[in-house]
Structures are given as structure tokens and as C-alpha cells.
């Protein structure tokens, strides 16, 4: 990856596998979960998929929708080197459900926003 010819700190990625399919996207997730091994960089991953924020995640934080702060941070604690294998295990599906349930709360209180500002 051309972003750690720089030894950097910190890497942001914004959704980066958003376009992919299924199969290259798994293939991608793994890629960068050894590079991660091997650099020890801190990488900072946006995503809307909550089983790919657990499967890639050490830490998932769910963000208010406004204004946008860390509503919850859910701590993954499954083991690494991780495979795709690992999203049948009951831990992973755990913590999927942990996070989800985050997710849900807050996309209710957005809506529920939503409909009070329409009523105005």
C-alpha cells in the first residue's frame, strides 16, 4: 500500500472496500488485516457494515448521528490471526449483535429527530 511508504502514525480509510464484491472485498479484508500485523500502524476504518467493522476491529465505535461523537465503543476481543471462518463463531456473532444493537438505538433516535423536526 502506497500510504505506508511514509511510516505513518495513523491510517484513514474511508470505507476503501465500498465498491467491491463479495469475494474481493473478503480477499482485501484479509490483506489488510496481515499488513496490519506486519506495519503495527494504527488504522482508523470508517465503515457502515457492522460485521466488517467487528471482523477488522480491535475497538467499534457507533457515532450519534448529530452532532457526530462516540455514542459506544464495543472492545473485540477475538483472537488473531483472524480468517473469514471466524464469522460462524458465536463470539463473533455476539459481538455483531452488541454492536447492531448500538446501531438500532441510534438510528431510532434519528428518526424519531427526523419526525419532530417535519412536524414544525
Given amino acids: 500500500m502506497r500510504a505506508l511508504c511514509n511510516d505513518p502514525g495513523v491510517l484513514l ?3 476503501p472496500f465500498r465498491g ?3 469475494l474481493s472485498r473478503t480477499s482485501m479484508h484479509e490483506a ?6 506486519r506495519s503495527g500502524v494504527t488504522v482508523l476504518f470508517i465503515t457502515h457494515d457492522v460485521e466488517e467493522a467487528v471482523f477488522l476491529g480491535t475497538h467499534v465505535s457507533v457515532m450519534t448521528t448529530r452532532p457526530g461523537r462516540i455514542k459506544a465503543t464495543v472492545e473485540i476481543d477475538l483472537e488473531r490471526p483472524r480468517d473469514h471462518a471466524i464469522v460462524t463463531d458465536r463470539r463473533f456473532r455476539e ?3 452488541a454492536v447492531s444493537d448500538e446501531v ?5 433516535r434519528a428518526f424519531q ?3 419532530r423536526e417535519m412536524i414544525r
Fill in 13 to 15: 480509510l474511508d470505507e
Fill in 20 to 22: 467491491m464484491d463479495a
Fill in 32 to 37: 489488510l488485516l496481515e499488513m496490519y500485523d
Fill in 95 to 97: 459481538l455483531v449483535g
Fill in 104 to 108: 438500532r438505538v441510534e438510528a431510532r
Fill in 113 to 115: 429527530a427526523g419526525e
